[in-house]
């Protein structure tokens, strides 16, 4: 997945758990961009990768990591890319 969204050019990606009522709780991202077309090359390189993954729930929903949502997602998802250097 980190290579799909560096090859997108989103300079930063969070990735969570979401459920929402009627759906199964299924992955969430969020990157640092509001460009549609980044986003839509974001999801149709995700989509191949997360369906081999979770064949049983390959949903997944990409949000905006902009303003209130953005804080919240940053203080409870895990940044996904850039990865975290380890110490």
Do not use: C
């Amino acid at each position: 997945m980190q290579h799909v969204i560096q090859a997108a050019g989103v300079s930063e990606a969070y990735w969570f758990w979401m459920a929402i009522e009627g759906i199964a709780p299924h992955l969430g991202l969020s990157l640092n961009t509001q460009n549609r077309e980044t986003t839509s090359q974001v999801a149709k390189g995700i989509e191949p990768l997360w369906a081999a993954e979770r064949p049983d729930n390959p949903v997944f929903d990409i949000l905006p990591l902009q303003g209130e949502l953005g804080d919240g997602i940053r203080n409870l998802g895990e940044r996904l890319y850039p990865p975290i250097e380890k110490e």
